[in-house]
């Protein structure tokens, strides 16, 4: 097989990530659990030209099934372990690593994909961000319940803070069926499908839930 050429590289997807658009774009991914990881190297694939992931954990043996890491990265912090697959799949990706907890003075990029597993931490990015960025995507699972929310135009930033209720009132599932690898890639995937319309400058939808089990799609209108 010959090597593909720079230029060819992303032509497959040309007309869905228009390169022109994509290269204004700087991706922060706060969360690099399972749904966070998985966006990270979906971007990374993609082309994003920056690439910020910011988290405080380390990996541990229960991240190998759920998340995705590699047996090699235990013990390493969650952002550097990611960091070097994004490197090895797309070598040009400018990668900001960050393992600590976000903090509302931190730089981010234009784009922000919030991948954290408390509301209440979803409450505080969002007061921090929303105003900062163009596009705002959190990516939320319980076993195999998914749902996307989606912030980019007045309608839904209207619409996102009404899904922010009280930590009290969460769902608490049993913790050995909370997240899965594939429930996981499914979610970034609906995440990368909402950038990408961002992209085309096409409507996005503002708020999607996958039951996976029912085999059921809700999209939502604000």
């Not at 966006?39 to 994003?48: C, D, N, P, R, Y």
């Not at 070097?84 to 990668?95: K, P, S, V, Y």
């Not at 919030?114 to 939320?140: P, Q, S, Y």
Request: charged share 25%.
């Amino acid at each position: 097989m010959s090597k593909v050429q720079p230029n060819e590289r992303f032509s497959r997807q040309r007309d869905i990530v228009p390169p022109e658009r994509i290269a204004d774009c700087k991706a922060t991914v706060i969360g690099v659990g399972s749904i966070g990881r998985q966006v990270a190297l979906q971007l990374s694939a993609m082309g994003i030209p920056w690439l910020q992931l910011i988290d405080h954990d380390k990996v541990e043996w229960s991240n190998l099934s759920s998340q995705g890491y590699l047996e090699g990265d235990m013990g390493k912090s969650k952002v550097n372990a990611t960091l070097e697959l994004c490197w090895r799949i797309n070598a040009t990706t400018q990668i900001n690593a960050v393992p600590e907890r976000f903090r509302r003075s931190m730089e981010i990029g234009n784009i922000v994909f919030c991948c954290v597993d408390r509301i209440d931490v979803r409450r505080l990015i969002w007061e921090a961000v929303k105003d900062r960025v163009n596009l705002f995507c959190d990516g939320r699972m319980s076993a195999e319940v998914v749902r996307i929310l989606t912030a980019c135009d007045f309608e839904s930033r209207k619409h996102y803070p009404t899904t922010l209720f009280n930590s009290d009132e969460a769902f608490v599932g049993p913790c050995t069926a909370k997240t899965t690898i594939y429930c996981a890639n499914i979610a970034a995937g609906f995440m990368l499908a909402q950038f990408t319309r961002y992209l085309r400058l096409l409507p996005v939808d503002p708020d999607i839930q996958v039951n996976l089990l029912a085999s059921e799609i809700n999209v939502g209108e604000c």
